[in-house]
């Protein structure tokens, strides 16, 4: 996002990129860590267990001062959610057999610490991120700068020349996370005809991840005169049949919708209340 974007309702836009604390998505404390939270940092980075939450929150206030997005006010980078994934041990298997897997705008890298704790070579990962600062904050979050041998990029999806063209063809799996919603439709078909072209031209590639969705599908527009897409999941589900003829290829989508991401805790008060997170699994049949 730019930092002039505006999220809400068309009655009630809120701004986006300003650094003031009392936007309804700043969290200001952690109350709750997750075992599985805890452990990584605990267990991983090697984090007392009394300086884990302020060390998340020094972290989190200094990417706030650089990007101010509702993914860091929210405390998103400490969403472990590929390990919630249905398939999630079995990535992990393929990972720990050699497969190698692309996280695309993959923040601090959390979900490739969490692989990498929980046992896959962390040299058959690699993570992709058009804000090189959340890759440095990845490296200040766990604490892992000489041993964590994953491989990173700051690129720009939809730049064919960029940094990711090294991967073209390569890829056995890609994470998506809290990424596609970013863009128009348009822009969301461009993205996913990349991921395409990252993968392994063959059957049993694999994408999985997340996004923000609605019940109602459509365009959102932002303060910047540009406009996101929710989907649910009948035009996500569309959109890869769309995928799949333009590139001749064949995909089998699982996609559902919950009411994550706090939409269930009601803390997502400034967005519209037909969102929800659609979560997907993508894999190549054809």
Known sequence: MTSTETIGTAANPLQIGTRDKSVG???????????????????????????????????????????????????????????????????????????????????????L???????????????????????EL???????????????????VFDMEGPLKQLEGKMDLVQIGLFLHLFDLEGQNKACDRVVGLLKPEKG??????????????????????????????SFEKMWRDVGERTGTEWRVTANMDAGLGIDQKKRTWDDPNTRRLVFEIERVG
């Open 25 to 111: 998505w700043y969290t200001p404390t952690l109350e709750n860590v997750s075992e599985v939270q805890r452990d990584l940092l605990e267990n991983y980075s090697h984090i007392t267990p009394d300086r884990v939450v302020p060390h998340i929150l020094e972290v989190r206030d200094k990417a706030w001062e650089i990007h101010p997005y509702p993914c860091i006010g929210q405390l998103r980078f400490i969403d472990l959610t590929i390990s919630r994934s249905p398939s999630y041990s079995l990535v992990l298997e393929r990972l720990k057999k050699g497969a190698s897997l692309l996280d695309l705008g993959c923040c601090f890298a959390q979900d």
């Open 113 to 135: 610490r969490k692989l990498v704790h929980d046992g896959a070579p962390s040299e058959n990962l690699w993570g992709a991120e058009l804000k090189g600062d959340f890759l």
């Open 138 to 156: 990845g490296y200040e979050l766990f604490l892992d700068r000489e041993s964590f041998k994953a491989h990173f990029m700051e690129a720009d």
């Open 205 to 234: 590639v694999f994408i999985l991840g997340q996004q923000i969705g609605s019940l109602e599908a459509g365009p959102m527009a932002l303060g910047s005169g540009s406009k996101m897409y929710k989907h649910n999941v009948e």
